[in-house]
């Protein structure tokens, strides 16, 4: 089963920026869309970007768009979300998820998502 890592959180100040790095662990047999998530303590998983396989389709959540970029390097085979002008409501752990293969939209909903990573961490001072 596809298992994948994040990398490339840590602690920053407001208004900084950090690039996270999403790659699978093993063997991948193919995939959808990938999204990334957060979740805050005390608070629900939601999503924060996605992109389609083939890098074509991208979607953001509104608290998000516009500081955060989503991007994939079909050659690494890694999902990157840029964040920039970061703020102390971003602090969460952020995770990496996949859908199977057939699901290309980068779809809002934790459901649609099959794998996961463990998170990375963000957390942004004031």
């Known amino acids: 089963q596809e298992q994948l890592v994040e990398s490339g959180g840590g602690l920053v100040q407001t208004g900084g920026s950090l690039r996270l790095s999403c790659v699978p662990s093993?063997?991948?047999?193919?995939?959808?869309?990938t999204g990334w998530f957060r979740q805050a303590p005390g608070k629900k998983r939601e999503f924060v970007a996605g992109?389609?396989?083939?890098?074509?389709?991208?979607s953001y959540s509104d608290a998000v768009k516009g500081r955060f970029t989503v991007s994939r390097d079909h050659a690494r085979n890694t999902v990157f979300l840029q964040m920039n002008s970061l703020k102390p409501e971003d602090t969460a752990r952020y995770y990496c998820?996949?859908?199977?293969?057939?699901?290309?939209?980068?779809?809002?909903?934790?459901?649609?998502?099959?794998?996961w990573g463990q998170g990375t961490q963000v957390t942004v001072s004031s």
């Open positions: 998820a996949r859908r199977v293969l057939g699901g290309v939209e980068p779809t809002s909903s934790s459901d649609d998502y099959t794998y």
């Open positions: 093993g063997r991948s047999s193919g995939y959808g869309a």
């Open positions: 992109v389609s396989p083939s890098g074509g389709t991208k």
